[in-house]
DNA sequence: GTTAGCACTCGTCACATCAGAGTGCTAATC
DNA sequence: GATTAGCACTCTGATGTGACGAGTGCTAAC
């Protein structure tokens, strides 16, 4: 059932080819552009055998064959080979993800960006889901009479606020104990642990104002932890698509950008993905099954999980894309190795 | 050069159809439907008339008479009745943005999907632009040994903060000091204001180690306020249009997606415009100009004004749409009245 | 001023035709 | 037995043609 070698080598050939031109691929244009000592009218034999294994098909008699799903996938297994990136593209990489390594949501939008631009498909970048990380502190902040201000910081700086209007007065003596108290309650447990015990933990009512904000308070405490797991998704090059053969029809083109208008969807079913690069090709996605969609993953301080992805057709440059994707996570997760060391680099000494 | 009476019947008519059915509308379909008394002939003699005056305009010879831009423009201006929502529209709008009332942003992109569901148009709404909000104080807050948190918070209650990297230690005496400084100094000064003054005020240097801080604190100072400016932006219902025949080729529809891709220059042009309806219809529009947008404002506690708009093809339903939007961001205003004024209600008594 | 009548224009649709690309098979060749 | 040349066959896409219908614009009659 394996392939000879030269069915893997038309094979393969047929993919480049296809990839490079969106046209179904003929045994002559075979025999001509790639060199492999055989006549069309073997090409042709072997290509029926192949599209017997299933990895080609046939649009119809007189076309061209086209690879299909398995053969994107064989290929993406085992014949495909790493590329370097060109100096350009490095350079311009490493440009400008410098430019604002210091403001962490810019950076992770420049990344999508880049995505799309290099690879000319649909790209996306979202910042790292945070469920394992925990909390610093929770402080309470008066604004006016009736207004607070309720933060939660994590251990790596990220903060949520959500702005409250309370139906009763408050002191500063109350704000000040209460958060005092839900910060040494909740100091070091992770944001996925407190969302999911069920009883909200009770701070205490050291004094009697102290119990009335804490009704008040403790709902929207839920609340804003959710917030904080939100993830931000950038998208880029959604219009990128446009430009490909397979998408000149506007019901695919329509599909396709419906597919994005719903942010939340979209969102679950990235963070569901696995870690490093995944590619789901075509039939493999459980929606868009004519799309490839590829992911990759890269860690801020080793520990929180970002994710970045491109979003195309089946017929797309698998290996350059795997390579820009690789060198783009691990400058990322270089990126924010740094940001999170701060305090033991020798800027502090 | 006024239009007669029957002209301006005429026009009415044909935009009427032409709206409705996005074709071509001839005179014996005019004389068929609307009631006018008068025969093709004579709906074909004010046609011509009408059409040198630039009232309509001809695809070909033996089409029929599409309305220009022009003639939408009277009808906007004049001919154009107030229209009632229907009672399941406004339940629908008043459930809706009553569920998330006390969640501003959430508020924002539920008026948004509103505006879209309700017209099957493109939509948008933004959060107010704040260059009026006064800064209220200035919060540095510890989060450990290398990294604080900058807040600023508005009047309104409006919350912004940055994570700084600081590249010296820190003192909690500084930091508290640097603060206090910060807010006597800022406090009750527009963001506008503190933006456009060249200089950045020298909050003071009580002690040494609050001078070193603040070097490190001032930049992003000024970075954190220029992103308080920043309004959220909710786009909603872009793929409506693949719906329209307007927008049926792939190019047209491309052109449509593209405006939107470029969030940031989108939103500095529906900044500009005008407060209340703002109807500009294709060529008045500098870009886009087979469009017509139509934005509305609403108001924050009388003093911040957000806006929600409308993207579609010069061929809509100029009534049902600028009613839809008034009663919108009247009901709009009208919660955000209630929101700002808490401390003043009957809640706190 | 209004209208009936009619010639004329233009776009659309259905249909036929034709060239080109590519296959699949058979028989000849290595 | 594998490879190849040759050829009939298939299908698409481009091009052309003619009929049809919608609608105008003009003229002459009302």
Known sequence: MDLSERQLQILQAIITDYVENAEPVGSRSIAKKYDLGVSPATIRNEMSDLEEMGYLTHPHTSAGRVPSDKAYRLYVNTLMQKKNLSAKDKRMINDRLAASRDEFDRTIRHAAELLSEITNLASFAMTPATNEEQISFIRLLPVDRG?????????????????????????????????????????????????????????????????????????????????????????EGMTNIFDLPEYSSIDRARDFMELFAQKDWFTQKMLARGEGVVVTI???????????????????????????????????????VTSIMEYLTNNLSETFRLVDNTNNTEDEG
């Open 147 to 235: 207004t607070i201000i309720l933060m939660i910081v994590g251990e790596s700086g990220n903060v949520t606020n959500t702005t409250l209007r309370l139906n009763v007065p408050y002191t500063q003596e109350a704000l000040d104990l209460l958060s005092k108290n839900m910060t040494v309650n909740y100091k070091g447990r992770t944001l996925d642990d407190v969302l999911k015990s069920e009883i909200i933990e009770d701070v205490g009512s050291d004094i009697e104002a102290m119990s009335q904000l804490k009704g008040n308070v403790m709902p929207s405490f839920i609340r804003t932890l959710e917030d904080m797991l939100n993830v931000n998704l950038y998208m």
């Open 282 to 320: 075509g039939d493999e996605n459980d929606t868009m099954k004519d799309c490839t969609l590829i992911t990759a993953s890269y860690h801020v301080d080793g520990k929180l999980v970002g994710k970045i992805g491109v979003i195309g057709p089946t017929r797309m440059k698998y290996d350059e």
